[in-house]
């Protein structure tokens, strides 16, 4: 929201975009946690653009053919204040490892209030401890596989293979 992001679906999509920026921070760290309120049961437009600009890393490999974002962990926390957390977390999750990200287990945390009421997460009170909990699996397993896969990256696909990768192309 702070930047002028274009949408699009390449590292740069000119004009001042300020994408690049934030992709160079990205590719920097080993883990990009995604946040997002709900609304309508669906992740936010600025989540969804996220998730756009990400596909291009499908075309960007390093020079052993892997994605640059392999190695890269990835973990998802949603609030709102409806229901479909479990919806929203399973598209972020599933964009994030289609484009290379590595989710670790009990990889996502979230609080939702009240269907229909106006309470916001910062002015709920008291959080129930499952809300907790999760979050701290969240960052625990998130540093963890992020050191193990520090230590021991994946392979390089074989010798004369397209990088590994998701296919968009029909079956």
Same mark, same amino acid.
């Given at each position: 929201?702070?930047?002028?992001?274009?949408?699009?679906?390449?590292?740069?999509e000119g004009g001042g975009d300020g994408w690049p920026a934030i992709r160079a921070k990205l590719l920097e760290a080993q883990i990009l946690v995604i946040a997002t309120p709900i609304w309508l049961g669906q992740p936010s437009s600025v989540c969804?653009?996220?998730?756009?600009?990400?596909?291009?890393?499908?075309?960007?490999?390093?020079?052993e053919g892997r994605l640059l974002t392999y190695g890269k962990v990835a973990g998802v %926390?949603?609030?709102? =204040?409806?229901?479909g957390a479990h919806h929203t977390i399973g598209?972020?999750?599933?964009?994030?490892? @289609?484009? &290379?990200?590595t989710c670790?287990?009990?990889g996502a945390t979230y609080w939702v209030g009240e269907a229909l009421h106006k309470t916001d997460y910062v002015d709920a009170g008291p959080k129930p401890g499952t809300t907790g909990r999760?979050?701290? %699996?969240?960052?625990? =397993?998130?540093?963890?596989l992020a050191r193990?896969?520090?230590?021991?990256?994946?392979?390089?696909? @074989?010798? &004369?293979?397209?990088?590994?990768?998701?296919?968009?192309?029909?079956?």
């Open positions: 929201m702070d930047h002028d992001v274009r949408f699009g679906v390449s590292t740069d969804k653009m996220v998730l756009e600009r990400l596909d291009a890393e499908l075309s960007e490999t390093d020079a %926390a949603v609030v709102g =204040n409806e229901d598209q972020v999750q599933q964009a994030l490892n @289609e484009v &290379g990200f670790p287990a009990a999760t979050t701290k %699996a969240l960052a625990l =397993n998130s540093a963890h193990l896969l520090a230590e021991q990256p994946y392979p390089p696909p @074989e010798a &004369g293979s397209a990088a590994v990768g998701p296919s968009h192309q029909p079956a």
